[in-house]
């Protein structure tokens, strides 16, 4: 198993204005996160413009979306955005595709598009794969969020990283186990990917309203992305949790964002 340097990705949500969109990417940028995030549903701005906003105010911290939902853009749409975001931000573009998130339909519904079944939704990702591959100059990094098998040989096809979808009650076993079938469907050469669930006693509210989830709770299941909040005992933990799983790029919040400013200055790269 490669060991690849940890790097660092924030998802980013309603932020405003252009110049905030801006001002949030610059700082990101220097607090050393690699990437500012973008997910794709109706009720977040839309990406390629927020990301578009962001790559105006930096220099190298890549764009990415985080994920598109192939089902609902034709992949003709995808090549063209794709296209002017790397166009304006000098090839930054970091493309995150999939088969769309749960609930994705009523989405689809409100855009009217169609809302097909499993595989025809893995189909709509190839095309688009296919379409960016051949029609984006230069060429995007691709990300793809993927479970199944099909996804994972699309992602070993197209992607050099794989946003792996763990429940944020998953276990280091758990989690293991997603990471190791990732390798050997998509490839070991695969970047894998992980979202941080919480910090210190702070986990998101959806967690404890929809789940009953608390922190304890978490702790005692061993949850290896909540972290402490203290930068030398989650620099300790993400290294165990890498030297398990392989898994180097971690996704955070932004919520959390700012509180985990020092760790990711101090872990990436390293």
Sequence with gaps: MTTRDFRFGSVLGGQGTAARWAEIARTREEAGYA???????????????????????????????????????????VVREASTLQQLSDGRLELGVGAGRPGGEYDAAALGATW???????????????????????????????????????????????????????DLIEIAELAKRARSIGGGRLELALQITGVGDDIPDWLTQRLGLTTQGLRDRGVPTLLSGDVDTDL???????????????????????????????????
Aim: glycine share 8%.
């Design 116 to 170: 097909g079944g499993a595989g025809e939704r893995v189909s709509q990702v190839e095309a688009t794969l296919e379409a960016v591959r051949d029609g984006v100059s230069p060429a995007p990094s691709i990300v793809v969020a993927a479970h199944g098998e099909r996804m994972l040989r699309l992602a070993g096809r197209f992607a050099g990283t794989v946003a792996l979808p763990a429940p944020p009650t998953a």
């Design 35 to 77: 990437a500012v995030l973008v997910p794709d549903t109706l009720a977040t701005p839309s990406p390629f413009l927020a990301l578009a906003a962001a790559a105006s105010a930096t220099t190298s911290i890549r764009l990415g979306t985080w994920v598109l939902s192939a089902p609902l853009r034709r992949p003709a749409e």
């Design 236 to 270: 300790e933990q993400l290294e165990a949790l890498r030297a398990t799983t392989g898994i180097s790029y971690l996704t955070v919040t932004d919520e959390y964002a700012d509180r985990l400013a020092p760790l990711v200055g101090r872990a990436s790269g390293r």
